[in-house]
Nanobody, 118 residues
Framework: QVQLVESGGGLVQPGGSLRLSCAAS????????GGWYRQAPGKQRELVAT????????NYADSVKGRFTISRDNTKKTIDLQMNSLKPEDTAVYYCNVRRMIDSRDYWGQGTQVTVSS
């Protein structure tokens, strides 16, 4: 059974930083593409960042480029998202995603709330 457990969300002031972490189990972690997505109230879920299986290539939404950094540790089976210079518009539930390379099947975490407010 595949499980993705997110941690690290919370309330932060504008300009602050948070680090999200996603711990995976029940899957061959070295053979998945990892990613973080977010969903704000009343909006569709959107891609934040992705990282290839070996960690060599990353992709970011334009809205977070230069502020967020995605990384992974295939030994620990984790995918992290370092978020700096946070803005109120970054407020959303953030979801960890892994996509199995062999069949493109997606797995999702339960989500963690990030609120950016003064």
């Amino acid at each position: 059974q595949v499980q993705l457990v997110e941690s690290g969300g919370g309330l932060v002031q504008p300009g602050g930083s948070l680090r999200l972490s996603c711990a995976a189990s029940g899957i061959l972690f070295s053979f998945v593409v990892g990613g973080w997505y977010r969903q704000a109230p009343g909006k569709q879920r959107e891609l934040v960042a992705t990282i290839t299986s070996g960690g060599g290539t990353t992709n970011y939404a334009d809205s977070v480029k230069g502020r967020f950094t995605i990384s992974r540790d295939n030994t620990k089976k984790t995918i992290d998202l370092q978020m700096n210079s946070l803005k109120p518009e970054d407020t959303a539930v953030y979801y960890c995603n892994v996509r199995r390379m062999i069949d493109s099947r997606d797995y999702w975490g339960q989500g963690t709330q990030v609120t950016v407010s003064s």
